[in-house]
């Protein structure tokens, strides 16, 4: 096994551990900061701080173990306390069950002193000589000596849980002896945590009651989704109709979780959402603050339309009301930017190589070609190409660039993009400028395809696709960029079944370049106006039976390669990526091979294909897990093969499964900027 203890947050290699008892194999940090459970990561990097009682008393005063905690004074005395004074704070004692022993004991930790189980075990004599191999069997093997497991006091939902590390490989007997074990040791009613999938199932078999880490992370009154600082005016946006109100220089408190968002100097929300929704994805590309706060308009109230500075940790949010004076020395709103107070520089979009006038088929698409169709479109040939096994790709064909350029010239684009930016208002009040931009949308969906043209759209989809449903996609130079993914921003007009139908989709997404948010999203990361060209991807629609979204890497922590995140719903992926309702949410650790979910899908309904075109949502049954093990297992390594395809690169893909077939929808890089 490869040993990766220099990897390690805290830099201290321990030669004594194997690859399994290190902290790349420890729980995912996502999961550290969503249910902030004490992980065998903390444990082998502790912090320094120390548990209450025992900040108050010498440290000698404190035993070194004890066989049972009969008050609350004595957990106290022992335990350590992660976050002290925030929504996360965790006071916790590691635990020790010797099952050697006759009759098995059970010894708690003063864990301020010895830190880690090992560090008890060896420096008390339980076994001084254990090298590690022998320790690894405790979390491996159910023939096991030693049980080791942490002792929490969850204040979110005011009780005591024990838990094990997530990697533990757990049997019902092993979980029956320590449940039992603790119980009669403590002096509080206790519950057992879950920390995987396989510890789900083993306390189902068990008959123990447990706590599962998505029904704590749904107790939580707080979660960071891209953290950082900013400064700005409070406003609180009640609905959609509110946001077009919105200026760079807000601080928006959603109430609920839009489809879209103008550029904003941070945002809170209400409601719990996805690291994968759209805006959160916006969010990380302008380097902004984005958190989850229970009850955030009512908690923000006293600030609204008041300037502020809001931070945005892993441990909790502050937000302090500026003074007059830091209000007097705020820069211009022109040049303000959240996290850094820098200007933002001007993006770079793809290059377009108008030359090619030709469709070009999915199969003859490579990354040379995202000059003339879109990284989007391009990156799905790379990915048909690269033959991922257990993967298909659905056929389509790219509309290049040269076709938006020729149609928008013959209409005079850039001259009604003058005279719309020269309208009083426009530049300044966001209002105007949506009223102005969907008129435009309008005008565009009416003015007429070159008969010629149109008629090859037709051609090709008849030839090609067989005249089925499909899929009109956005594929622009300005998205699926480094920096810059643009999720969200343009329009895609799901299963399109005729001709005409399929000539109204193109213009459609064309003129979903004026979206306001594209618009605002362009604006704020310095793309010209007349410097966005659309392509559009026609692609064979397929009936998911799944859909989701997975980064190839632990989005909440980027230290950690070794996880995969994957959020996922039942039938059409379109909510999966809207972010308006919450997807299932899983990590894959192919360290230590668990599955730790975040959270369930609790929908009602799925969106399924409509015979007639479009969509419709059918009724599915509540309650049932979206994602089997066997199926991350088989998603991570996808995603795994399509990281080595795009030269090492973190990706975002976006997936679906028709029966038993993965399916690749879209690869782009994943975007990350502090």
């Known amino acids: 096994m490869r040993n990766n203890a220099r990897g390690c947050a805290a830099g201290r290699a321990r030669a004594w551990l194997s690859a399994l008892a290190l902290c790349a194999m420890a729980v995912a940090p996502a999961a550290a900061q969503l249910a902030r459970k004490p992980s065998y990561y903390q444990q082998q990097n502790p912090p320094q701080a120390e548990g209450p009682a025992a900040q108050g008393m010498p440290r000698a005063a404190v035993p070194g173990s004890l066989p049972a905690l009969r008050q609350r004074a004595d957990f106290d005395a022992l335990a350590r306390v992660y976050d002290a004074g925030t929504p996360m704070q965790l006071a916790h004692v590691l635990f020790v069950v010797d099952r050697q022993a006759r009759p098995v004991r059970t010894y708690y930790v003063d864990t301020p002193r010895y830190q880690l189980h090992v560090r008890f075990v060896r420096d008390t004599g339980l076994s001084p000589r254990a090298g590690k191999r022998e320790i690894d069997r405790n979390y491996l093997v159910a023939d096991r000596r030693f049980l080791f497991g942490t002792l929490s006091w969850q204040q979110n939902i005011g009780s005591f849980t024990y838990e094990f590390w997530e990697g533990d490989r757990l049997t019902a007997a092993l979980l029956r002896q320590a449940d039992a074990q603790v119980k009669?040791?403590?002096?509080?009613?206790?519950?057992?945590?879950?920390?995987?999938?396989?510890?789900?199932?083993?306390?189902q078999e068990a008959g123990v009651d447990f706590v599962s880490q998505a029904?704590?992370?749904?107790?939580?009154?707080?979660?960071?989704?891209?953290?950082?600082?900013?400064?700005?005016?409070?406003?609180?946006?009640?609905?959609?109709?509110g946001l077009g109100a919105l200026r760079p220089d807000d601080i928006a408190v959603l109430r609920e979780v839009p489809l879209g968002l103008p550029p904003v100097a941070g945002v809170l929300t209400e409601r719990p959402s996805t690291a994968l929704s759209h805006v959160n994805l916006l969010a990380k590309g302008w380097g902004i603050p984005n958190a989850y706060v229970r009850d955030a308009a009512a908690v923000l109230e006293a600030h609204a339309g008041q300037w502020v500075a809001l931070k945005v940790a892993a441990s909790g949010y502050q937000v302090r009301r500026l003074t007059a004076e830091e209000i007097a020395a705020l820069p211009p709103r022109a040049v303000r930017t959240a996290s850094t107070g820098a200007t933002l520089g001007a993006a770079q979009a793809t290059r377009p190589d108008l030359r090619e006038d030709r469709l070009l088929p999915l199969a003859s698409l490579r990354a040379r070609n995202s000059a003339q169709c879109g990284t989007k479109a391009a990156n799905l040939g790379a990915l048909q190409a690269a033959r991922i096994p257990g993967t298909s790709v659905p056929d389509g064909f790219c509309i290049p660039f040269a076709h938006y350029d020729r149609f928008m010239r013959a209409h005079g684009l850039a001259e009604r993009i003058a005279r719309m930016q020269q309208q009083p208002g426009f530049a300044s009040d966001p209002t105007i400028r949506q009223q102005a931009l969907a008129q435009l949308r309008e005008e565009i969906a009416q003015w007429p395809v070159d008969a010629g043209t149109a008629a090859s759209w037709r051609a090709a989809w008849q030839a090609q696709l067989g005249g089925g449903g499909v899929f009109v996609r956005s594929s622009a130079n300005s998205e699926d960029l480094p920096g810059f993914s643009g999720a969200g921003l343009y329009t895609t007009v799901p299963n399109v079944r005729s001709g005409d139908a399929l000539e109204r989709a193109v213009k459609t997404v064309w003129a979903s370049v004026f979206n306001p948010e594209a618009w605002e999203a362009r604006g704020a990361a310095g793309f010209g106006a007349q410097s966005v060209l659309m392509g559009v991807f026609v692609q064979a629609a397929i009936d998911a039976t799944n859909a989701g979204v997975m980064i190839t890497r632990d989005p909440f922590d980027a230290g950690h390669a070794h996880t995969t995140y994957?959020?996922?719903?039942?039938?059409?992926?379109?909510?999966?990526?809207?972010?308006?309702?919450?997807?299932?949410?899983?990590?894959?650790?192919r360290s230590s091979k668990a599955i730790q979910v975040l959270s369930r899908s609790a929908e009602a309904t799925s969106l399924q294909l409509d015979k007639d075109g479009g969509v419709k949502e059918v009724p599915v049954e509540v309650g049932r897990a979206v994602l089997t093990d066997e199926l991350v297992v088989r998603l991570a390594t996808v995603g795994a093969a399509v990281k080595r395809r795009f030269n090492g690169v973190d990706q975002d893909i976006e997936w679906a499964t028709v029966g038993d077939r993965i399916v690749l929808l879209q690869a782009r890089p994943y975007v990350e900027r502090r």
């Open 215 to 241: 029904a704590l992370i749904r107790a939580q009154p707080f979660l960071p989704l891209n953290l950082g600082t900013a400064t700005g005016r409070v406003r609180i946006v009640d609905g959609a109709a």
């Open 184 to 203: 009669a040791s403590f002096f509080a009613p206790v519950k057992f945590k879950t920390n995987s999938t396989l510890h789900d199932r083993v306390a």
């Open 566 to 589: 994957i959020s996922a719903k039942r039938g059409i992926g379109i909510r999966v990526v809207e972010g308006q309702r919450v997807a299932e949410q899983v990590m894959y650790s």
